[in-house]
């Protein structure tokens, strides 16, 4: 390992280290207990949740107007000693709890049992991202985001890549506007994970800029994006972060009778048009769901013309059932989903183009236990798919079209996940222990296959565990230990049939500390273990749907990689900042790396797996202020730097540019106005055969209006692109046009919610 990145890494140990014992110190100091008068009389009992009954940890407990004090401990326990005579406040406070009050009076010798019931309202459970933290405390030691209602609605796309583009440290890795997925600081594959509900989707959208995402962005309810490593629930791998696309096909909260929601959208741009409905019916202690969604658009109109192959249309369904008792919830579903797409492979020739063609079926089940024992809370989750993707070139041949089946992946895919709460004991708050199973098998097959057929099973346990320091400071570690197993399969690209065993790790350590009301400092350093993808190790011909020729090395070895990430935020109601930095130091960090080189029989351009020492780092920051009442300002910045730093001093690919992005709405009681402009800098820094990319600015503009005052219908219209501006995002794979991004597009979408 290089020894500049070990003494980097070891030094912010040590700060972690320095800044916990201080804070220990200067925790236990505040909760001193002090005597007046030795009375021999005293106070004890707990402090209890009044939602649940819960035991509060590590929360002050004064006589209030003295400075006799107390912290509960991990039980929730308190005593205080020796108390002057007399009446008395008993006051119970902490951050993110109302404060409560008890009076009582002191008799010289006499001991009273005293127990507080205090209610929580510091976070609002919509704002907690349970992605990176299964027991939904609201602690933060990386940044952040949740995605949802009417916010949600705002953004509806077709798909996504194209919602989340331009959010903070998010980009978007596109070949067309139905192959889009995000890009969180650079890192794309499965450096980062996409889930639907928690659990892996089964679709290959990881591998190739021509494979999509397959749920519909009109299905999901909620969306939570982790910025940085959040690895140990859901892999060893997820180092640049997690995005949880969740879906109510599994009801767990609902009314008696009906309710639902209907939704139409279109767009002027591609002609899109788009439907969507869901239907709950609830009972007492069970509901039943069942939605549907249709979504067709046609090639994308950009200000160069037509980009041929762009096309789109898919539609889904799901049913799902839920239930709810006193000690347990959950219930399942089966969704169904069928999508076709173009690929602008071949945009100089008419006659030729590629057609994607994906089937999906997937069953999905959820269960929550709750019990009286030290593990209080489980959570059973499972996820079981089978994918089915084509990839076809079509040839006009006199006015007759021929289609070819290239290449065809059958992928079955299951993963499932249980979890188990603990209550909080000795020095540790509520955490939690889990164990996870991952297993799909893969066949590839078709004229163009260039991969052989894979087999991987994955067992992995982990931990996540949260010990307070002080009522202000506290610390989150947790570990992951997996046992992989791969095996290379052969078919008609290969008659290989090797097996690879491995046993990877994955862990981290933050610190979140909240100085003041309304600040909130966090810090995290990881470690993440990367296991070589299929085509990354075994590639070797033509890839119809990424438009490149890809050859791979068998010789890759694991990826480690090492995380830091720091992060502040700062908010007093009607301003709120945040700033953000991260480095992550990767040893074998593999890279798709452009050759220069056209290969003569497919005349698709080569890329080559390579793997090398690197390096991204940097940053995003943003402000949002409440200029008066209904007016909103918010401004953003982010950026990132890739680089090798071994054999050769390179950018990477692939690495998204500066950026820029404000946006002013002003909400009235019936609706908003609003606009946002984004800014994206030139990317001058490219690797070796990669194309540099001009800057560009967009003005996007959006208003809503509520036809109720309960809003159960609302209208969205936006104006994307309003200027038609000629533009290359840097990430676009299309690389035969120069201008492959979408002209001004007007896009109008309806809500009713019954």
């Known amino acids: 390992m290089d020894i500049s990145f070990l003494y980097f890494f070891q030094k912010r140990i040590k700060l972690f280290v320095f800044f916990a014992i201080i804070f220990i110190y200067s925790g236990n100091a505040n909760g001193h207990v002090s005597s007046i008068h030795h009375t021999d009389a005293n106070v004890f009992g707990h402090v209890v949740s009044k939602e649940d009954g819960e035991h509060i940890p590590f929360i002050n407990v004064l006589i209030e107007g003295t400075r006799i004090g107390t912290v509960t401990d991990a039980t929730g326990h308190y005593m205080l000693t020796n108390l002057p005579q007399g009446e008395h406040t008993l006051m119970v406070k902490g951050m993110g709890y109302e404060t409560s009050r008890a009076q009582f009076e002191i008799v010289a010798g006499q001991s009273l049992e005293i127990n507080v019931k205090i209610n929580y309202h510091g976070v609002n459970i919509d704002e907690i991202v349970v992605t990176s933290s299964p027991t939904a405390r609201?602690?933060?030691?990386?940044?952040?985001?949740v995605y949802l209602g009417e916010e949600l609605q705002k953004r509806a796309d077709i798909s996504f890549g194209e919602m989340l583009d331009g959010e903070p440290g998010i980009a978007m890795r596109s070949m067309g506007p139905t192959p889009s997925r995000p890009v969180i600081r650079g890192l794309d594959g499965d450096r980062i994970l996409i889930l639907q509900n928690g659990e892996r989707m089964g679709d290959i959208s990881e591998t190739s800029?021509?494979?999509?995402?397959?749920?519909?962005?009109?299905?999901?309810?909620?969306?939570?994006?982790?910025r940085g490593p959040a690895s140990l629930l859901y892999g060893s791998s997820a180092?640049?972060?997690?995005?949880?696309?969740?879906?109510?096909?599994?009801?767990?909260?609902?009314?008696?009778?009906f309710s639902g929601v209907a939704s139409l959208q279109g767009a002027?741009?591609?002609?899109?048009?788009?439907?969507?409905?869901?239907?709950?019916?609830?009972?007492?202690?069970?509901?039943?769901?069942?939605?549907?969604?249709?979504?067709?658009?046609?090639?994308?109109?950009?200000?160069?013309?037509?980009?041929?192959?762009?096309?789109?249309?898919?539609?889904?369904?799901?049913?799902?059932?839920?239930?709810?008792?006193?000690k347990s919830n959950g219930g399942f579903n089966l969704s169904l989903g069928k999508q076709h797409y173009g690929i602008p492979e071949e945009l100089d020739d008419p006659d030729e183009s590629a057609e994607i063609r994906i089937q999906q079926q997937l069953i999905q089940g959820r269960m929550h236990f709750r019990v009286s024992d030290f593990f209080d809370k489980a959570q059973l989750r499972m996820h079981a798919s089978r994918f089915i993707q084509q990839e076809i070139e079509i040839e006009n041949v006199d006015g007759i079209s021929e289609e070819?089946?290239?290449?065809?992946?059958?992928?079955?895919?299951?993963?499932?996940?249980?979890?188990?709460?603990?209550?909080?004991?000795?020095i540790f708050d509520r955490g939690a222990f889990g164990l996870n199973v991952y297993g799909r098998r893969l066949d590839v097959s078709g004229d163009d296959a260039f991969t052989p057929n894979e087999d991987r099973l994955n067992f992995g346990l982990f931990t996540f565990q949260e010990i307070p320091l002080s009522t202000r400071l506290r610390m989150q570690f947790g570990g992951r230990l997996d046992f992989l197993r791969t095996t290379a399969l052969p078919n008609a690209f290969s008659d290989m049939n090797e097996r690879r065993d491995a046993f990877?790790?994955?862990?981290?350590?933050?610190?979140?500390?909240?100085?003041?009301?309304?600040?909130?400092?966090?810090?995290q350093l990881a470690r993440s273990h990367r296991y070589p993808m299929l085509e990354e190790l075994f590639a070797h011909g033509p890839h119809l749907c990424a438009g490149v020729y890809e050859i791979g090395n068998i010789d890759l070895g694991d990826e480690i990689g090492y995380g830091s990430d720091l992060f502040a935020r700062w908010s007093n109601g009607s301003f709120n900042a945040e700033i953000a930095g991260f480095y992550n130091y990767f040893n074998n960090y593999i890279i798709k790396q452009p050759t220069g080189i056209i290969e003569e029989e497919s005349g698709l351009p080569v890329v080559e797996y390579q793997a090398d020492k690197a390096r991204l780092y940097g940053g995003e920051a943003s402000v949002g202020w409440s200029v008066f009442n209904g007016l909103k300002a918010d401004l953003g910045i982010d950026y990132v730097?890739?680089?090798?730093?071994?054999?050769?001093?390179?950018?990477?690919?692939?690495?998204?540019?500066?950026?820029?992005?404000g946006r002013l709405e002003y909400s009235y009681s019936r609706g908003w106005v609003g606009s946002r402009i984004r800014a994206v800098a030139s990317q001058n820094n490219v690797a070796p055969e990669e194309a540099v990319t001009a800057g560009y600015s967009l003005l996007d503009i959006s208003t809503g209006y509520r036809l109720n005052?309960?809003?159960?219908?609302?209208?969205?219209?936006?104006?994307?692109?309003?200027?038609?501006?000629?533009?290359?995002?840097?990430?676009?794979?299309?690389?035969?046009?120069?201008?492959?991004?979408?002209?001004?597009?007007?896009?109008?979408?309806?809500?009713?919610?019954?």
Do not use: C
């Not at 609201?138 to 985001?145: E, L, S």
């Not at 658009?297 to 799901?318: H, K, L, V, W």
């Not at 809003?711 to 995002?729: A, K, P, S």
């Open 138 to 145: 609201g602690f933060r030691y990386q940044p952040d985001n």
């Open 209 to 226: 800029a021509g494979h999509a995402i397959s749920l519909d962005p009109l299905s999901a309810n909620r969306v939570e994006v982790v």
């Open 239 to 257: 180092i640049g972060g997690v995005i949880n696309l969740m879906t109510p096909d599994i009801p767990d909260e609902w009314d008696r009778g």
């Open 268 to 326: 002027s741009n591609n002609n899109m048009g788009a439907g969507f409905g869901r239907y709950t019916w609830g009972g007492e202690n069970w509901a039943t769901t069942g939605r549907f969604g249709y979504r067709k658009a046609g090639d994308i109109n950009s200000p160069g013309g037509i980009i041929p192959s762009t096309y789109m249309e898919n539609y889904d369904g799901s049913l799902g059932f839920g239930f709810n008792n006193d």
């Open 404 to 426: 070819m089946l290239e290449i065809e992946f059958n992928k079955l895919n299951i993963s499932s996940t249980l979890t188990l709460q603990h209550r909080p004991v000795t």
């Open 504 to 523: 990877v790790y994955a862990g981290s350590a933050g610190l979140n500390y909240r100085p003041a009301e309304g600040w909130e400092i966090g810090g």
């Open 641 to 661: 730097i890739g680089q090798r730093v071994s054999s050769v001093n390179e950018h990477l690919p692939f690495i998204p540019p500066f950026r820029f992005s």
């Open 709 to 754: 005052s309960s809003g159960q219908h609302v209208i969205i219209l936006r104006v994307q692109n309003l200027f038609n501006t000629e533009y290359r995002d840097h990430l676009s794979r299309i690389e035969e046009r120069n201008f492959p991004m979408p002209g001004r597009n007007f896009n109008l979408s309806y809500r009713w919610f019954f």
